[in-house]
């Protein structure tokens, strides 16, 4: 020490300084906030969530607009456009031709998907990434597993009432400014945007029944407990602003059917020489959309048509599974209307909530955790903010476990606040 001290006190603190080391809560001014957001807050719902998840890393991915450097290889980015675009262009054909969803042939479905395909591919001007053999696999790959979703599709729409009524709808063509506008406590204004990926409507005399569809290229379903921490918020707002547009353009009662999630994918089944109808019921099985449903008859029915018989026990296209005595088994993802309106309550307010915490200037390095799901997995930011649980001052915004029933009574009670 006295060697340092005498000659070298720079090397001195820099030792004691990594030795002694502490972080501390990383918070900037409301100026600086408002130069990044360019005066009020215009943020996508997906965003408010990343922001939920980990406020720093929100900070440094669209605050800083760091990101990766890419090379020119299909990225999961890419896919997951071309997933997307390729849809909503073959879900205009069809809007385009003399058919519906129902009516649709088979032949000509394949024919307009290749279609839809080709001009994507043309659109994204990435055609000098299949030049490579893994891009070209890759291509193949995406394709076999549009043809794959198209088919399930069809499927699932043609077992029940619902049609689907629009691709990649954004909220501002189905809502006004105001209901996606929160004005925060300092003045200044949250303005959400985002896009649904495909809304089915199914209409009655006197009703809109309204069922959302996520398209991911993972799997996924609708969890409580990471919507009460607002992890988990999008399909639910997204449900909240349609039924609101919706019962704005009309003058009949627009009724939340359904939010889901349905895993792009074309999957691989175990084969025992079954015939063709039981792989397809395999196929089926697999590609079963996931979420919530509104525990109505008439919702039930409208979104598979082989419950209304009451000798059906399974649905092939979502999951419900029905007793002998008419009721449906816990497993099954239905709602009572009751939590659904306390599901879009609670999430409108948590929206508010999040955006309170974004205009202070809010962005601590404090990932959630949450059971084993951490919010540091897979992100590309470690390098720049060093979080290291095992340092002073650092460590993960730990989230409570709670059961089904309570996270539904604390809703009610913050929707009821």
Known sequence: LSYFGGHREKELKKIL????????????????MSALNHGDIRISVSRLEQYAVCAYRYFLQYGLKLSEKR????????????????????SKK????????????????????????????????????????????????????LHRTVWAVMKQVRAGSFEPSGFEVTLAEISSSEALSYELSDQTRLNLSGTIDRMDTYETDDRIYVKIIDYKSGNRDIDLLSMFYGLQIQLVFYMGVAVEGLSQSGGKEVIPAAMMYYH??????????????????????????????????????????????????SSGGVDMKRKKDGSLYKSSTVVSGEDFATMLSFVKKKVRALGEEMSRGQIDVSPYLLGGQKGCTYCPYHGVCGFDPSLMGYDYRRLKSISQEEILNLMKESADA
């Open 264 to 313: 792009v994918d074309d999957p691989v089944i175990d084969f025992d020489g079954e015939n063709e109808s039981e792989i397809e019921s395999k196929l089926l099985q697999k590609l079963k959309p996931h979420g919530k449903i509104f525990n109505s008859p008439e919702v039930i029915e409208a979104i598979d048509a082989s419950f209304a018989g009451g000798e059906v026990s």
């Open 17 to 32: 300084d990594a030795v002694f080391f502490e972080h501390h809560t990383d918070r900037i001014s409301q100026a600086v």
């Open 71 to 90: 090379d020119n290889a299909f990225a999961a980015y890419d896919i997951g456009n071309l997933y997307h675009e390729a849809l909503e262009r073959f």
């Open 94 to 145: 069809i809007a385009d031709s003399p058919y519906s969803w129902q009516t649709i042939p088979d032949e000509l479905t394949g024919r307009m998907m290749d279609e839809a395909i080709a001009e994507t591919f043309e659109e994204m001007k990435r055609t000098d990434v299949l030049d490579s053999f893994r891009d070209s696999f890759v291509l193949k790959m995406m394709q076999n597993t």
